[in-house]
């Protein structure tokens, strides 16, 4: 029994890394920037698509990857520039061109990949034996990948002069502008992390699970219940509610229904605006 | 001479040119057909309308066939349902629209097949479809004359569960589908087959549709004395659910695949110990019969296409195209479809297919069974008729 706790819990963590690293992308746009871009999870598909072409193509998993990231990066500027920077300020012109994106950019996908799932051939394959416990090769490696990832990131945000930008902005915006943060530079740089990271969890998703137009949603939906979970705009919040959602998700399809997956998010999501309205790590206002 | 005297030798002329070929005239009989020629349901739908198409051409190529005292041959009016279910209804109205059309083929998925079939039913035309829902559908009140070209899961279940029995060797099972209709249906087939057939049902789990991540689940399997899998009816779940066996380990690697394709298994071959699938016509990619060899030839020469794993479809109406004729033959009308149908029902053919149609309208045939193991690929024919 105890060891059946721990390898469910490993897998709950494997699947909430990747799930932190989508939701990092949707807070990050979101609580500094003030974007709510339901276009992430499209993202995340085209990542996906990228490095399944790339693989297709004779480069290998890694360098498909790198391609997947810097083509969402670049991918992520340009959606800021010409679209979302026309609607800074009005949430609701936001949302409603992110909505419109998510349409162009899933129907165009469909028309041009086909709706068919497509599988990457993973890095590494099997199972490996740690003590007594059976684990998947591939998911130790996604969880290893996504730690970094967020590590590296966190890490970015607290040592490095454009991460300090970042938090100055997201404390006070004005004040930032004054001291000489170039706030507009920095929008841009956020945004293009965010889909960048986007387009990393797109290759980690491609890794495991099939490859199809329609693969951003869920990303998507999930993402924004971490958001929510961790207090919108707040760093460690998605990331702890990233981990927590793939522990929950991962017991409650062990040891309850598997029927009913989807349904634990939002369960937490319940508990967590009735008890903690403010998110996991407090504070209405973005953290970083 | 004047322009009266001409006219005159002309109709004459005319006359008798046309008077043999008026002795021998052939009339036509509007044959609707129906279906996904485009979106993402083609894959079933085009093959299946080739077949008919092919059909006709040969039966129209052989001259005919006689109903009474005339010659009829088949001219075919089609509609496009867009995998749609509003287009389908709508092509459903303009198809009948024509009130020359009295039998229609086509639709092999339940999203569009449902208002094509409904309306196929109040417009009393008699329609043969192949999607699954329609099994619901046929036998109920005022849908006589509703057929449905493939067998029911009863029905294929009944040849392919000893197949797995006895090609896999299995003994105790575990049973993993989507949370829908369809598979609560498929359990209550399979289970008490399964345990006539020597094998345990060992754990029966239903996941969210749309799940990707089956690992969790997949964990319930573990340890539970489990030699056999039965994966579902949908590729790409089937395809994720043995790449995440392989991938997770320590779970069986025999899998019992109620779906038509051996796609999910294909990238897998040489690391699982086996795969059944099912042909619910006949298995054109390894044939041994010499009917459905010589039927392969005749597709290839008529579409120009080469057979692909969706090609099976084709044969979906095939053969009741012609079971169609027999009945027009003997009801002795080509104009009332309630006759016709209550000829089909009951009438046993031995085409390429060897199949019949139950009092209902349900089709009874005999199927082939896709093996995959050691990895070779082969079928087993089914008699089920």
Partial sequence: MGLDIAQTLIDGLMVGGLYATVALGITLVFGLVGILNFAHGQSVMLGAYVTFFGV?????????????????????????????????????????????????IENLAA????????????????????????????????????????????LFLQRATLGKAIRAMAQNRQGAALVGVRVSLVSRTIFTI????????????????????????????????????????????????????????????RYLSASFRDGYGFILLILALLFLPTGLFGAGKARV | MNIGRLLSIIASASLALWAPGALAQTDTVKLGVIGSLTGPHS????????????????????????????????????EDTQSKPDIAATAAQKLLSDEDIRFVMGVLTSTPGVPVANQMARAKVLYVGGFTAMDGLVGTKGKELLLRALDTDETAAKGFVPAAAKELGLKRVGMLLPNDDVSKSIVKIYEPLFKQNGIEVGLVELFQPGT???????????????????????????????????????????????????????????????????????????????????????????????????????????????????AMQEAGTVTDPAAVAAKLKGMAYDGVRRMSYNGEGRAITDIDIGVLKGGKVYSIPQKIL
């Fill in chain 2, 212 to 326: 990707t991540d089956f690992a969790p689940v997949l964990r319930k399997f573990q340890n539970q004395g489990l030699d056999g899998l039965f994966i579902g009816y949908s590729d790409p779940d089937a395809e994720a659910i043995i790449r995440q066996s392989l991938e997770i380990g320590g779970l069986p690697t025999k899998f019992v695949y109620r779906g038509g394709s051996s796609q999910p298994a294909a990238k897998y071959a040489d690391k699982i110990d086996g795969f059944l699938w099912q042909i619910l016509t006949r298995d054109l990619a390894n044939p041994s019969d010499d009917k459905v060899k010589d039927w392969i030839l005749r597709y290839k020469a008529f579409t120009k296409k080469e057979v692909t794993p969706q090609t099976y479809w084709a044969l979906t109406f095939y053969d009741t195209v012609f079971m169609l004729v027999k």
């Fill in chain 1, 194 to 253: 965010g889909s960048a990271l986007a387009g990393a969890a797109g290759a980690l998703y491609a890794s495991l699970f099939a490859v199809t137009p329609y693969m951003g949603n869920t990303p998507l939906t999930k993402g924004f219940i971490l958001a929510a979970l961790g207090g919108l705009g707040s760093v460690p919040g998605a990331i702890a509610a990233g981990f927590l959602l793939g522990i929950a998700e991962s017991f409650g399809s």
């Fill in chain 1, 56 to 104: 297709q193509a004779g480069l290998g998993f890694w360098l498909s990857a790198a391609l997947a990231v810097l083509a969402m990066a670049a991918f992520g500027a340009i959606l800021e520039q010409l679209v979302f920077r026309r609607t800074l300020g009005d949430h609701m012109a936001g949302l409603a061109v992110s909505l419109g994106l998510i349409m162009v």
């Fill in chain 2, 43 to 78: 894959g079933w739908d085009v093959p299946a309308s080739d077949g008919v198409q092919m059909a006709v051409s040969e039966i129209n190529a052989a001259g005919g066939f006689k109903v009474g005292d005339k010659t009829y041959k088949f001219s075919v009016v089609q």
């Fill in chain 1, 111 to 154: 028309a041009t990949f086909s709706p068919d799932p497509r599988f990457v051939d993973p890095p590494v394959s099997g199972s490996i034996m740690v003590g007594p416990l059976q684990l998947s090769s591939q998911r130790l490696l996604v969880l290893a990948i996504s730690t970094a990832l967020i590590g590296g990131f966190y």
